[in-house]
Nanobody, 125 residues
Framework: VQLQASGGGLVQPGGSLRLSCAVS????????IGWLRQAPGKEREAVLC????????YYADSVKGRFTISRDNAKNTVYLQMDSLKPEDTAVYYC???????????????????WGQGTQVTVSS
C-alpha cells in the first residue's frame, strides 16, 4: 500500500499549485481520500476530503473557496487544487486514505487507514 504526494514547491502569494496523490496497492474506488498539512512548529491540520461518491468535506475554514479536491479513479490519483495561496498555507501536505464510503467526521478527521509521504508547499515572495 502506497500513497505518494507530489507537486509541491515554491509559489508566490496569490499563486496556484496542484498537488497529486498517486495510490498503489489498493483500490482507490473504495476509499475516501483526505489532504492534511503540517506547518513548522504547528500541529497537523486536516484540510479537506473527498468521499467515494465525490462529496467534498472541508475541515479547515481557511481554505474554503480557494482549495478543491478531485479524484480520477482510472488513474488512481487524487488532486488538490490550491488557488489564491497565502503564506499561511506553507506546510508539508499529506494525503491519506480511509476505507469508507464517507469522509471522516470532523471529530474523526485524523482517522485514516493509510498515510503517504508529504510534499512541501512554500508560499513566499
Amino acid at each position: 500500500v502506497q500513497l505518494q504526494a507530489s507537486g509541491g514547491g515554491l509559489v508566490q502569494p496569490g499563486g496556484s499549485l496542484r498537488l497529486s496523490c498517486a495510490v498503489s496497492g489498493f483500490t482507490l474506488d473504495y476509499h475516501a481520500i483526505g489532504w492534511l498539512r503540517q506547518a513548522p512548529g504547528k500541529e497537523r491540520e486536516a484540510v479537506l476530503c473527498i468521499s467515494r461518491e465525490d462529496s467534498i468535506t472541508y475541515y479547515a475554514d481557511s481554505v474554503k473557496g480557494r482549495f478543491t479536491i478531485s479524484r480520477d479513479n482510472a488513474k488512481n490519483t487524487v488532486y488538490l487544487q490550491m488557488d489564491s495561496l497565502k503564506p499561511e498555507d506553507t506546510a508539508v501536505y499529506y494525503c491519506a486514505a480511509d476505507y469508507s464510503l464517507f469522509c471522516p467526521s470532523y471529530y474523526s478527521r485524523y482517522e485514516y487507514d493509510y498515510w503517504g509521504q508529504g510534499t512541501q508547499v512554500t508560499v513566499s515572495s
